[in-house]
């Protein structure tokens, strides 16, 4: 059993940044892919990035060229970066943990363990 947790969430500004945190217990995180999923009020749950077993990231179109996934050298962390935040990335980010296949990266079903979520909002 994999608990996570989410932190970093916060009120800014259109055009900061913001970097989230998703930490792991007991067990690391580096024999899962592990992805950053977000919903805002009356819409459905969308990908936003992965980052697999071996380091490399996946984006949703939003966040290509604003947003980076990694994996932190304690191997229990995995973090997204956002830069340049819009109004319309306001929602709650979860970050969740599992083995998908390639094909399958995208799809919240393939994740085995979720956190609670952190609220992301970005003000004009």
């Known amino acids: 059993q994999v608990q996570l947790a989410e932190s970093g969430g916060g009120l800014v500004q259109a055009g900061d940044s913001l970097r989230l945190s998703c930490a792991a217990s007991p067990s690391t995180l580096s024999s899962y892919v592990v992805a950053w999923f977000r919903q805002a009020p009356g819409k459905e749950r969308e990908f936003v990035a992965a980052i697999d077993r071996s380091s490399r990231p996946y984006y949703a179109d939003s966040a290509k060229g604003r947003f980076a996934v990694s994996r932190g050298n304690d191997r229990n962390t995995v973090y997204l970066q956002m830069n340049t935040l819009k109004p319309e990335d306001t929602a709650i980010y979860s970050c969740?943990?599992?083995?998908?296949?390639?094909?399958?990266?995208?799809?919240?079903?393939?994740?085995?363990?979720w956190g609670q979520g952190t609220q992301v909002t970005a003000s004009s």
């Open positions: 969740a943990a599992g083995r998908p296949v390639l094909s399958s990266i995208r799809n919240p079903a393939m994740y085995y363990y």
